[in-house]
């Protein structure tokens, strides 16, 4: 139900990035559009063909880079309780919670997550 819009993830207010396999078909996603001077990590998708190969934490880490070389401190998101294995990946690349925000501001179980951004952004391997 959040309002997206194309022009939230043009730069330099916001990017998207999209992975493709070798044969040139989309794999995965994610992207980050402005939310006051933090960057709101929207749509990290990975298909189910792709999973556990760590390409989600490379999208993270990719979106991560991209907000900060625009000159973001903070990466902030929402998810919910039905994405448990996105929560688990969150904590583990150093997302903690933070006040809730946006259109799911006051929804009951909403998870409302942020990093800061600097020397501790996920590395890619």
């Excluded at 999208?59 to 401190?73: F, T």
């Excluded at 929560?87 to 809730?100: F, N």
């Excluded at 501001?105 to 990093?115: D, F, P, Q, R, T």
Aim: proline letters at 4%; hydrophobic letters at 40%; glycine letters at 14%.
């Amino acid at each position: 139900m959040t309002e997206l819009a194309d022009a939230d993830f043009e730069p330099p207010n916001g990017d998207f990035l999209v992975v493709y396999d070798e044969s040139g078909g989309a794999v995965g996603c994610g992207g980050w559009r402005s939310h006051g001077e933090d960057a709101e990590m929207k749509r990290v998708f990975v298909r189910e063909s792709a999973r556990r190969q760590g390409l989600a934490k490379r999208i993270v880490a990719a979106v991560e880079a991209s907000a900060a070389a625009a000159g973001r401190k903070r990466v902030i998101l929402e998810t919910g309780p039905l994405q448990p294995e996105a929560v688990a990946m969150y904590g583990l690349l150093g997302y903690t919670a933070v006040e809730p925000f946006g259109y799911y501001g006051a929804e009951e179980g909403s998870i409302h997550l942020g990093k800061e951004l600097g020397s501790e952004s996920t590395v890619i391997h």
